[in-house]
């Protein structure tokens, strides 16, 4: 789980929103990857290193075409490498206050969707296979059913799930009086 996917609802709970709700959750999802910049810079160049000296044994040989096609591999591997990064812009923001849970979901094109839900009317679904674990998690109202936390892993779905649950109840349950605050 990154640093981004940290779900802690108790910190969550002390957040004071713009129109002065208390946040009861906020998160903010974003796809995982396993190779930062760093890696990505040191896997090039042992690529590249590689491909070099193959292809020059084989120029030695005399069969000097084949140096191009493992220049067309280092090119394919660096494009996808770099279609990867790309759609790790993709992004997803879930905030639960006592009156609404705001869904917004930016693609990695830029491309912004936003949705706003009366938490009393949500319900909460999920798809779970025995063997994997959570499969799909889904917030319905009024007949639209909403996907979140589809490039997450199992065990982030179920943290994810766990905390959204309990702010979801939260916000069913109404705001609470508190004389000290």
């Known amino acids: 789980m990154t640093a981004g996917n940290d779900f802690d609802p108790k910190d969550e709970l002390e957040t004071i929103g713009p129109e002065l709700e208390p946040t009861l959750f906020s998160a903010l999802l974003t796809p995982h990857r396993s190779l930062n910049r760093t890696g990505f810079v040191v896997l090039m160049t042992a690529v590249t290193a590689i491909s070099f000296i193959a292809g020059a044994v084989f120029w030695w040989m005399g069969a000097w075409p084949i140096f191009g096609f493992f220049g ?54 999920q798809k779970s296979h025995e063997e994997f674990g959570i499969e799909r998690i889904y917030l319905v109202s009024r007949g639209r059913r909403i996907s979140v936390g589809s490039f997450l892993g199992p065990d982030e779905k179920a943290s994810f799930s766990k905390a959204l649950i309990a702010a979801l109840n939260a916000a069913k349950r109404g705001p609470t009086y508190n004389p000290i605050h």
């Open 72 to 125: 067309l591999d280092v090119l394919v591997v660096y494009w996808a490498f770099k279609a990867n990064f790309r759609t790790a812009k993709a992004s997803e923001e879930i905030t639960v206050t006592p009156s609404e849970l705001r869904v917004r979901r930016v693609s990695h094109r830029g491309h912004v969707v936003e949705w706003v839900l009366n938490p009393l009317w949500v319900q909460f679904e």
